[in-house]
């Protein structure tokens, strides 16, 4: 499918120069104007899932208003209109992360059923009872439940990658797990609990000595750093649009051409196949073969535009802003008495997953959000790193490149206000 | 900070810092485990039921301060209580913290335990405090775990 620019809202527009000017990408995403229990919100949930920027509600609305349509089955102008805007996001996730080509991403609506089409299409049809599957310490449920359920089924055994205090995988028992029955690795590029990046390159390097394909959960880490799959040389990678300024809905789970093909497909249905008997069915080629159904055309589309408006600004100075937010935030906590930040690697994004002592994260949650703020209180869908730091949730304040100095002030001053309260 | 102090009473945080009855209950002969898989609360409550009353009652676990306090002074007012009464205090306690009970108009025996009225102002914390009281259900009726969801 030919790809082509649709609006001129897809178009990128240079990137911004001089400094960071954050109050102007502010005005970028309107939900931020708001006031939540009359205070200004500061929103600092966004490893949950991130606004949404006005170009990104535009291009939504257009589809809806303009193009709508079912995808891949129709002669007429509309149908035409929407298969077009569709694949052109697919050429937009191409090019986002490097792929070789569109047919390697394949649309699903999130990283969860990412890594359930990689469970189901690779893992049922190649792991068989005593094969290895390598998955880490601080994974999210979603990384963790599809793999167990695969050894369940299979009589596989699942190995985990321990990590150290700080939130740091240990390289050498990751070396040391990898074994000619090791058939899968699976590991996550951030953190969404602690922060962490973790030196998938290398790790992939290790895997690939025992020919070993791997699977790498981008959730945390598309928003915040640029991909490039084939440098990586990941065989699987997937993230959700809704943690990237795109709707919910929308996500991708990047596949090498030659794993995609020898595959089982997903879920059957409509647009996954070429032809249907009573007796056989023909597959169709990728990425059709593994999108049955009518798919989130809208989202989708959003998420093309949320990648050009990624593209418009300029991602060295966001990420560079976000990291001084995590510094200055880190420094600001830590000087409050009874606080301690959960994850202090190296090398992090900006996640501060925090504790106090005797006081439970949720009830911080609920004073901070008197005061307009929104942050994570609880386990983050990763209870093994709870129980690895023996803590039953945590606190976390995740940053974008649209927070600002002056919000973590408040956040600050209102952690102060949380231990009184307590005191 | 209004609905924040009628939230967060002296009273709540006292019993969140020095919860009462919160032990395993070695005689106990009835238990039972209550999760909040929204938040990773749990906890677990212990009953000595003896001639359909409850002789003893103790709750240990992790949990917010609202939890807390909800569990703790839940087994002082189900304490000596029968199995009966204990019932109608989850019913009442449920009807005021959901909003379906007003306290004030309606007659009920929650005494002390209106204090908890504050919680309806917080809708996603509703739960934390009908966790401890749905386990004691629990525990009363021989299901061995229970949840909010």
Redesign the interface.
């Known amino acids: 499918m030919a790809a082509a620019e649709v609006s001129s809202v897809e178009e990128s527009s240079p990137a911004r120069s001089s400094e960071w000017d954050v109050e102007r990408v502010r005005a970028d995403f309107p939900v931020l104007r708001q006031t939540v229990n009359g205070k200004p919100l500061v929103y600092l949930d966004n490893a949950a899932s991130s606004q949404v920027p006005q170009v990104v509600i535009d291009r939504g609305s257009i589809y809806l208003e303009d193009e709508h349509s079912n995808i891949h089955r129709g002669v007429h102008y509309l149908s035409q209109k929407a298969t077009t805007a569709y694949e052109g996001a697919r050429e937009k996730v191409k090019r986002f992360i490097n792929a070789r080509e569109a047919k390697e991403c394949i649309f699903v609506r999130g990283a969860t059923e990412g890594i359930n089409l990689v469970m189901h299409g690779y893992g049922r049809k190649f792991i068989r009872q005593g094969d290895e599957i390598i998955i880490s310490a601080m994974e999210h449920h979603a990384n963790i439940v599809p793999w167990q359920m695969l050894c369940e089924e299979k009589g596989a055994i699942l190995r985990v990658i321990p990590m150290n205090d700080a939130g740091e995988l240990l390289q050498d028992e990751y070396n040391s797990l990898l074994n000619e029955k090791t058939k899968f690795v699976a590991f996550t590029h951030v953190s969404n609990a602690l922060g962490t990046i973790n030196p998938v390159r290398e790790m992939i390097d290790q895997a690939h000595k025992y020919g070993v394909p791997v699977l790498i959960d981008g959730a945390q880490s598309a928003p915040h750093m640029p991909i490039d799959v084939q440098d990586l040389d990941c065989d699987f990678y997937a993230f959700s649009g809704h943690k990237m300024f795109a709707p919910t809905g929308s996500g991708i789970v990047y596949g090498k051409a030659e794993l995609l093909e020898k595959m089982n497909p997903f879920q059957g249905g409509g647009d996954m196949i070429k032809s249907v008997t009573f007796e056989k069915t023909i597959y169709a080629d990728l990425p059709n073969k593994f999108e049955a159904g009518t798919p989130a055309i809208a989202s989708q589309i959003g998420l093309g535009a949320a990648i050009d408006y990624l593209n418009s600004i300029d991602r060295k100075k966001a990420a560079a802003h976000e990291h001084e937010l995590l510094r200055y935030a880190t420094e600001r906590l830590k000087a409050i008495e009874g606080v301690r930040i959960i994850g202090t690697a190296r090398e992090k994004t900006s996640v501060l997953s925090f504790v106090i002592d005797?006081?439970?994260?949720?009830?911080i949650g609920?004073?901070l959000d008197?005061e307009g703020i929104a942050v994570r209180?609880?386990?983050h869908c990763a209870?093994p790193v709870?129980q690895r730091f023996n803590i039953?949730?945590t606190a976390r304040a995740s940053f974008a490149f649209y927070n600002t100095k002056e919000e973590v002030d408040v956040l600050a001053r209102t952690i102060e206000k949380v231990v009184e309260?307590?005191s | 900070?209004s609905?924040?102090s009628e939230?967060?009473q002296q009273v709540i945080?006292d019993h969140?810092?020095k919860p009462r009855n919160f032990r395993k209950l070695e005689t106990a002969n009835h238990s039972a485990e209550g999760f909040n898989p929204?938040?990773?609360?749990?906890l677990t409550v212990y009953l000595n039921l003896e001639d359909d009353a409850v002789k003893e009652i103790s709750f240990e676990g992790?949990?917010?301060?609202?939890s807390?306090a909800a569990a703790s002074m839940m087994t002082q007012a189900v304490k000596g209580k029968s199995k009966q009464e204990a019932e109608r205090l989850f019913s009442e306690f449920h009807g005021m913290v959901t909003g379906e009970l007003d306290e004030d108009t309606t007659a009920n025996n929650l005494g002390n335990l209106k204090i908890f009225s504050g919680v309806r102002e917080?809708p996603?914390?509703v739960k934390?405090a009908s966790l401890p009281w749905h386990t004691m259900h629990a525990a009363l009726n021989n299901q061995e775990t229970t949840s909010t969801e």
């Open positions: 005797n006081i439970h994260p949720h009830d609920t004073i008197q209180a609880g386990h209870q709870m039953p949730a309260i307590f | 900070m609905e924040l939230l967060y945080l969140n810092k929204l938040c990773g609360d749990q992790s949990g917010c301060a609202i807390k917080f996603v914390r934390c």
